[in-house]
C-alpha cells in the first residue's frame, strides 16, 4: 500500500516567492495534518483537516500561511511570500479518523528560502 | 496545556545492549493515547509504538517495549537488542481523546537522538 505521499522532497527558493507544498494522504483515511519540523521548535502542528475540513489551523504562524484540501485526496499548503526563517521540513500525515487513530507520516518536504 | 519533555538530548548504545529513553508529560486529561515515533536520517517519521492511557498493560512490539507510568505521567521506551538500524531521533508524542470536540493532533518531545555503536 501506498503511505502519504509528499511533494517536493526538496524546494529552494527566494525570499518573496509563493511556494507550494503537496500532499497525498493515504486512500481512506479522512484526516489530514500539517506539521513543521525546525530546530528551535521541534514538531508543531500548522493545521489539521477533517473530512476535507478544516478543523484547527491556530498553529498556522501568519496570514502567509494558507492550506486547502479540495477533496479527499489532495491538499496543499502554501506560503506567500515565503521568508528565510520558513525554512524547515514540512511533513504530512493523515489518520483513518480523529478518534485516537494512529497518524502515518509522508517523507518530508525540505524548504529552504534564501 | 500538554506539553511533553524529553530529558536526553542524546544517548548511544553498543549493539545487542538494552537503553531506555525517557519521557514525561503533563496533562489534566485521563483519557488520552501515548507514541514513540522514530526519526532516522531519511527523516521518515515511522511509529514505533503506541499507548493507550485507558489500558494497565504496557504496549509491547517485538524488540519495542515501554512503561507506562501513568500516576507519574511517565512513558519510557526500551529497546532490547539495539541494532544499528535503530540509530534515530526518538520523539514522543501525546494525544488527547478526540471524543467530545478535542483536538486529535499529536504534541510532540524534543527528541532523543539515539546512536547504536558497533
Known amino acids: 500500500d501506498a503511505g502519504v505521499i509528499q511533494s517536493p522532497r526538496h524546494e529552494v527558493t527566494e525570499m518573496g516567492q509563493e511556494v507550494t507544498l503537496r500532499c497525498k494522504p493515504i486512500s481512506g483515511h479522512n484526516s489530514l495534518f500539517w506539521y513543521r519540523q525546525t530546530m528551535m521548535r521541534g514538531l508543531e502542528l500548522l493545521i489539521y483537516f477533517n473530512n476535507n475540513v478544516p478543523i484547527d489551523d491556530s498553529g498556522m504562524p501568519e496570514d502567509r500561511f494558507s492550506a486547502k484540501m479540495p477533496n479527499a485526496s489532495f491538499s496543499t499548503l502554501k506560503i506567500q511570500p515565503s521568508e528565510p526563517r520558513d525554512s524547515a521540513v514540512y511533513f504530512c500525515?493523515?489518520?483513518?479518523?480523529?478518534?485516537?487513530?494512529?497518524?502515518?507520516f509522508g517523507p518530508g518536504t525540505r524548504l529552504t528560502v534564501l | 496545556a500538554q506539553t511533553v519533555t524529553q530529558s536526553q538530548p542524546e544517548m548511544s548504545v553498543q549493539e545487542a545492549e538494552t537503553v531506555t529513553l525517557s519521557c514525561t508529560y503533563d496533562?489534566?486529561?485521563?483519557?488520552?493515547?501515548l507514541f514513540w515515533y522514530k526519526q532516522p536520517p531519511s527523516r521518515q517519521m515511522i511509529l514505533v509504538i503506541r499507548q493507550e492511557a485507558y489500558k494497565q498493560q504496557n504496549a509491547t512490539e517485538n524488540r519495542f517495549s515501554v512503561n507506562f507510568q501513568k500516576a507519574a505521567k511517565s512513558f519510557s521506551l526500551k529497546i532490547s537488542d539495539s541494532q544499528l538500524g535503530d540509530t534515530a531521533m526518538y520523539f514522543c508524542a501525546f494525544m488527547k481523546d478526540p471524543y467530545g470536540g478535542s483536538q486529535g493532533n499529536l504534541i510532540f518531545g524534543k527528541g532523543t537522538k539515539l546512536s547504536v555503536k558497533p
Open positions: 496533562t489534566s486529561e485521563n483519557n488520552y493515547y
Open positions: 500525515a493523515s489518520s483513518f479518523g480523529l478518534v485516537s487513530d494512529t497518524q502515518y
